[in-house]
């Protein structure tokens, strides 16, 4: 257990619907990253904060998802109208400026019927 | 841009034997290069890390990783598997960039038969 929490860890949803995830990352890490992982492929990388800042967000799929960090600690990943290529692991993991190494979270798994 | 190619995808091994694992990468500049393991219904985990220094890293559980900068390579070895290293290993790249975003490779499954 790294001390990130993920919650849903499994969400089943209807194509078209939004869904919200939640991580809680390690109290002291003031960074926050969130990847997705498909079947039979390594995490890639989606958006990530430090502190509440959101610094890089380029890489989020497409204006459908968004993340915050309102307050530099939790923070949510929604995507709206979700599609059936949604599916996916949503993967969460924190760590500080000036060391190189994230924690990840057990993930989210996201089924879109 | 970087990326990570991982060249095997499933390995299957007895117990005992040698394993080594490929990594390769796509960067111009300075690398921070990382395994990450998955065992079976856990969340990943660092195995371990090059930064710089010494090409040759020791990780946790008998693991190592030698870093060849001429051959844009990360390769993971260990001499000697048990049924217990059965898991999904990840390389992957930070280029050095501000933010410490990773890349990952596709992954190799690896299955250890007892």
Same mark, same amino acid.
């Given at each position: 257990d790294t001390g990130v929490s993920q919650n849903p860890r499994h969400k089943i949803t209807k194509r078209g619907q939004n869904v919200t995830f939640r991580c809680d990352p390690i109290s002291e890490h003031n960074r926050l990253y969130w990847y997705r992982q498909t *079947?039979? $492929?390594?995490? !890639?990388?989606l958006t990530y904060?430090?502190? !509440? &800042? $959101?610094?890089?967000?380029? @890489?989020? *799929?497409?204006? @459908?998802?968004? &993340? !915050?960090r309102p307050k530099g600690s939790f923070s949510t990943l929604e995507i709206q109208r979700t599609e059936q290529g949604d599916?996916?692991?949503?993967?969460? &993991?924190?760590?500080?400026?000036?060391?190189? !190494? $994230?924690f990840f979270?057990?993930?989210? @798994?996201?089924?879109?019927? | 841009a970087q990326s990570v190619s991982q060249h095997n995808h499933h390995v299957?091994?007895?117990?005992?034997?040698?394993?080594?694992?490929?990594c390769n990468y796509s960067y111009g500049g300075t690398v921070n290069? #990382?395994? +990450?393991?998955? +065992?079976?219904?856990?969340?990943?985990?660092?195995l371990l890390k090059y930064f710089s220094g010494d090409p040759l890293v020791k990780g946790i559980k008998g693991f190592e990783a030698e870093f060849i900068k001429s051959k844009f390579s990360f390769n993971l070895r260990k001499?000697?598997?048990?049924?217990?290293?059965?898991?999904? +290993? #990840?390389?992957?790249? %930070?280029? %050095?960039?501000?933010g410490n975003m990773l890349t990952f490779g596709g992954g190799t499954r690896l299955m250890v038969k007892p």
């Open positions: *079947l039979g $492929q390594g995490p !890639e990388f904060f430090q502190n !509440e &800042a $959101q610094l890089e967000k380029s @890489r989020l *799929l497409s204006d @459908r998802f968004s &993340a !915050e599916s996916a692991m949503y993967l969460c &993991a924190c760590g500080t400026s000036g060391l190189w !190494e $994230q979270g057990p993930g989210t @798994r996201l089924t879109v019927l | 299957i091994l007895s117990e005992a034997a040698s394993l080594e694992l490929g290069l #990382f395994w +990450y393991v998955q +065992y079976p219904g856990q969340h990943l985990q660092l001499p000697s598997v048990q049924w217990s290293d059965t898991a999904e +290993y #990840f390389c992957a790249v %930070n280029g %050095n960039n501000a």
